[in-house]
């Protein structure tokens, strides 16, 4: 399984998780067999000045990544991702590290629009 995480910074598993999904400077890619961690890749989200919707879904999708995960997500973001069946997680934090144990530990089981976005009628 691959999964993607929102960063702050390409520090790989020591990189802090970004919050705001569609703004996040990087990704950092983590292959998952059988609980173990394997390879670790950052890559710059080319989306993260300005992006469309969908593009962000789409881009993960290429990396060829199972699940998504970040601090926070809005709606369309999420719908997008499910179309593409891609599991979603929100509440991430700390470290991309952190959030994998929560992940894998079941502590983060499932994506709700952030509130900015249920705001703005994006939920």
């Not at 569609?22 to 609980?35: D, M, S, T, W």
């Not at 499932?110 to 249920?118: D, F, G, L, Q, Y």
Request: some cysteine; overall charge negative; aromatic content about 6%.
């Amino acid at each position: 399984m691959k999964i993607a995480v929102t960063a702050e910074s390409n520090e790989g598993l020591d990189s802090p998780v970004c919050q705001h999904f569609g703004h996040a400077p990087f990704f950092i890619l983590v292959e998952v067999n059988e609980g173990s961690v394997g390879d670790v890749q950052g890559i710059p989200n080319p989306f993260a000045e300005a992006h469309q919707p969908g593009q962000i879904p789409a881009f993960i999708q290429q990396q060829q990544a199972d699940v998504m995960l970040s601090g926070g997500m809005g709606g369309r973001a999420i719908q997008f991702f499910e179309e593409l069946g891609i599991e979603t997680a929100t509440g991430a934090s700390g470290t991309v590290r952190e959030a994998l144990e929560h992940f894998l530990g079941g502590k983060l089981k499932s994506a709700a629009p952030c509130a900015e976005s249920v705001a703005h009628g994006h939920g």
